[in-house]
């Protein structure tokens, strides 16, 4: 085989084009099958304010912009926020103290009854972070791990422009898995 029989025309999959949140909801609704009816980022999103959720000056510094998309449907158990970080590596810090004002504890603090709150496996971010001309997408979900300390473990699932096929295919190969709308 000859190089050029190796290169392959990335067309054919739909993740390549996804570059920011409204292409990515374009997606999600395309490909995936989540029943968003609009096409309006910001009219399927709520803002949060860093100080809302809690975040200190030196983390808040890090986000340019935090967003819930608003439930799908009535029984939908999980939350999912959309989070634009200015590094150009995914803070994970910051992701961990997102995740510790938006998870259920065992002893809630009454003045948080306002702000809703889920399980640590029903709560998605997806992230986007990077250089202006390179913007990194990824999914991000913390599971609990039995013997692995106190702290959940991040699991990551993103791509960007510069991975290869085979990296963009198995990625759309796991989000199909894992994240299509469930039948209800």
């Not at 190796?6 to 609704?29: C, G």
């Not at 949060?48 to 449907?73: C, N």
Request: aromatic share 10%; charged share 30%.
């Amino acid at each position: 085989m000859d190089g050029a029989e190796l290169t392959m025309n990335p067309d054919h999959n739909p993740l390549y084009s996804v570059r920011t949140f409204k292409q990515l909801v374009a997606y999600l609704r395309d490909e995936l099958g989540w029943p968003i009816e609009s096409d309006d980022f910001d009219e399927l999103t709520f803002d949060y304010a860093p100080e809302e959720l809690g975040l200190d000056a030196a983390t808040a510094v890090k986000i340019k912009e935090i967003k819930q998309l608003r439930p799908l449907s009535n029984k939908q158990p999980w939350g999912i926020f959309f989070v634009n970080f200015e590094p150009k590596r995914l803070p994970v810090v910051a992701l961990r103290r997102i995740l510790g004002t938006l998870v259920i504890k065992k002893r809630q603090s009454a003045n948080r009854a306002q702000q809703a709150a889920w399980r640590l496996h029903d709560l998605l971010f997806i992230s986007s972070y990077g250089e202006n001309d390179h913007r990194d997408i990824t999914f991000a979900h913390f599971a609990e791990e039995h013997g692995a300390g106190d702290l959940p473990t991040l699991r990551v699932l993103g791509w960007d422009d510069e991975d290869t096929k085979l990296k963009v295919d198995f990625v759309e190969r796991e989000l199909k898995n894992k994240l299509c709308w469930p039948d209800t």
